[in-house]
Structures are given as structure tokens and as C-alpha cells.
């Protein structure tokens, strides 16, 4: 039986979400003290199904030099009053990276780790493997959308991302490297995945015809708790124009 593949948060404070003055910055109100504070908000995206004045919030605390804030945003609580969704984009490479190393991923068994951040031409990836006779260059996407079951992404129009899935069907067809994109669904209620085509269609568009030119294209949910977020399971890719 495979070892659980987890990344454990720290102690964490209650809060109550009150506004998000900017893309990095969420105020809040800390349960108990009643002080407001600020913190920061470490996923670029919308995130507004999400964070809805009165939602919970939960932070870790992270004073250092230097830092305009005191308070990180680690959770928050979705909507449906159960489910706990990751607001720290960053977790998903880090997860990911854990779950290579473990060979968690059947898609890319037999793959290896050569080293992050990897450099060709003008961009980079975030992860370059490679076994006896490949070499795969793999993007990875932080995902926290889920409606009605669909994990969906990109929650925002998000030109980096087309041109990520671009850059990765131009690789494939140069033949030098296989490729992949990695979608990480920080939360557990994603049953399948879908291109969010009614969000940013260009996007959408771009990750099919990158399907379709033998980019693989993969996702996996995660598992959130107050301790910490544990590697889920594979979900389905469903490339369909509407959702159901």
C-alpha cells in the first residue's frame, strides 16, 4: 500500500474574511481577539466563489523582516460549509514534486526528477524529468474552481497559461521533449476536470489543441484538512464546451 503523499500546514488561526483591498492582500477578522488584520494572499487568482465577506479563513502566522504582513492566508472554507480549499498556489509544486518522487502518477511512471524551473528558450517549466530514452517538460496549475462537482481552470483569463500550453505542443512537435500539464485541484470536491471555456475561451481552446497534438494533459484532486494536504486521485479530463 502506497504511503500517503502529505504536506502539513502549521498551527492555524480562525479568522473571518472581511475584503481583498488588492491581488495579495485579504483583511479579516481574527475569531476570538476581534482584531482585524491583514495577510497575505499568496494565489494570484479571482477566487471569488471563494472569498465572500463572512467566509472563514484561516491563517498562519508568518512575521519576518521585511514583510508588509504578518498573517499568511492558508484556507479557506468553500461555500458549501464543508469543504477546506487550499489558498496557497505554491502547494500544488510542491505536492506535485512529492508525488513525482513517489511515482504517484502513473501517467508519468518511470519518469525521474532532473530539476525545477527548467529554462528553454525564453520560458520556463516547472519541472524537467527524464528516463532512458525521454525527456518531458511538465507545467503544473494550482486549480481551486470546482462547480457542481467539475474542478475547472483557469478561475481568470490567464494569457501565461495559453501561452504555457503553446510553448508545450510546439515542444512536443519539435520532437525533442515529451510534455505534459499538470492540473492540482486543491480541494476534494472535484469528481472531473474541465477547461474553463466560459471563463477564458482562448485558454480553453489552446489545452485542446494541445491535447490533440499529444500534450498529456492531467489532473489530480487533493485532499485538505487543518493539518494539512494529502495527494487525492486522478479525475477525469473532459474537454466539453458547457458545463453540466
Same mark, same amino acid.
Request: charge should be positive.
Given at each position: 500500500?502506497? =504511503?500517503?503523499? &502529505?504536506?502539513?500546514?502549521?498551527d492555524?488561526?480562525?479568522?473571518?474574511?472581511?475584503?481583498?483591498?488588492?491581488?495579495?492582500?485579504?483583511?479579516?477578522?481574527i475569531?476570538?481577539?476581534?482584531?482585524?488584520?491583514? +495577510?497575505?494572499? @499568496?494565489?494570484?487568482?479571482?477566487?471569488?466563489?471563494?472569498?465572500?465577506? $463572512? @467566509?472563514?479563513?484561516y491563517?498562519?502566522?508568518?512575521?519576518?523582516? $521585511?514583510?508588509?504582513?504578518?498573517?499568511?492566508?492558508?484556507?479557506?472554507?468553500?461555500?458549501?460549509?464543508? !469543504?477546506?480549499?487550499?489558498?496557497?498556489?505554491?502547494?500544488?509544486?510542491r505536492? +506535485?514534486?512529492?508525488?513525482? #518522487?513517489?511515482?504517484?502518477?502513473?501517467?508519468?511512471?518511470?519518469? /525521474?526528477?532532473?530539476?525545477a524551473?527548467?529554462?528553454? $528558450?525564453?520560458?520556463?517549466?516547472?519541472?524537467?524529468?527524464?528516463?532512458?530514452?525521454? =525527456?518531458?517538460?511538465?507545467?503544473?496549475?494550482?486549480?481551486?474552481?470546482?462547480?457542481? #462537482?467539475? &474542478?475547472?481552470?483557469?478561475?481568470?483569463? !490567464? %494569457?501565461?497559461?495559453?501561452?504555457?500550453?503553446?510553448?508545450l505542443? %510546439?515542444?512536443?512537435?519539435? #520532437?525533442?521533449?515529451?510534455t +505534459?500539464?499538470?492540473?492540482?485541484?486543491?480541494?476534494?470536491?472535484?469528481?472531473k476536470?474541465?477547461?474553463? @471555456?466560459?471563463?477564458d475561451?482562448?485558454?480553453?481552446?489552446?489545452?485542446?489543441?494541445?491535447?490533440? /497534438?499529444?500534450?498529456?494533459?492531467? @489532473?489530480?484532486? &487533493?485532499?485538505?484538512?487543518?493539518? #494539512?494536504?494529502t495527494?487525492?486521485?486522478?479525475?477525469?479530463?473532459?474537454?466539453?464546451?458547457?458545463?453540466?
Open positions: 500500500m502506497q =504511503k500517503s503523499i &502529505a504536506l502539513r500546514f502549521g492555524l488561526v480562525k479568522a473571518t474574511f472581511l475584503e481583498r483591498p488588492n491581488r495579495f492582500i485579504v483583511r479579516c477578522r475569531d476570538g481577539s476581534g482584531e482585524e488584520a491583514e +495577510a497575505h494572499l @499568496a494565489d494570484p487568482g479571482r477566487l471569488k466563489e471563494l472569498l465572500l465577506p $463572512g @467566509a472563514t479563513i491563517l498562519n502566522y508568518a512575521a519576518k523582516q $521585511g514583510r508588509r504582513t504578518k498573517w499568511s492566508a492558508a484556507l479557506v472554507l468553500a461555500p458549501d460549509g464543508a !469543504t477546506l480549499v487550499s489558498l496557497q498556489a505554491a502547494m500544488a509544486n505536492l +506535485a514534486a512529492r508525488a513525482l #518522487g513517489a511515482q504517484a502518477i502513473p501517467e508519468l511512471a518511470g519518469f /525521474q526528477f532532473v530539476k524551473e527548467y529554462a528553454v $528558450g525564453k520560458s520556463r517549466f516547472d519541472f524537467y524529468l527524464a528516463n532512458r530514452s525521454q =525527456k518531458l517538460l511538465l507545467e503544473v496549475k494550482s486549480c481551486t474552481l470546482v462547480e457542481g #462537482g467539475i &474542478a475547472m481552470f483557469p478561475d481568470a483569463v !490567464t %494569457e501565461r497559461g495559453k501561452r504555457h500550453v503553446q510553448e505542443a %510546439e515542444l512536443k512537435n519539435g #520532437g525533442e521533449f515529451d +505534459a500539464v499538470l492540473f492540482v485541484v486543491q480541494r476534494s470536491d472535484g469528481e476536470f474541465r477547461p474553463a @471555456a466560459h471563463i475561451p482562448a485558454f480553453a481552446d489552446a489545452l485542446r489543441t494541445a491535447y490533440e /497534438q499529444g500534450v498529456k494533459v492531467l @489532473a489530480y484532486n &487533493a485532499v485538505v484538512g487543518l493539518k #494539512g494536504i495527494w487525492g486521485k486522478r479525475l477525469c479530463v473532459d474537454f466539453a464546451k458547457e458545463v453540466d
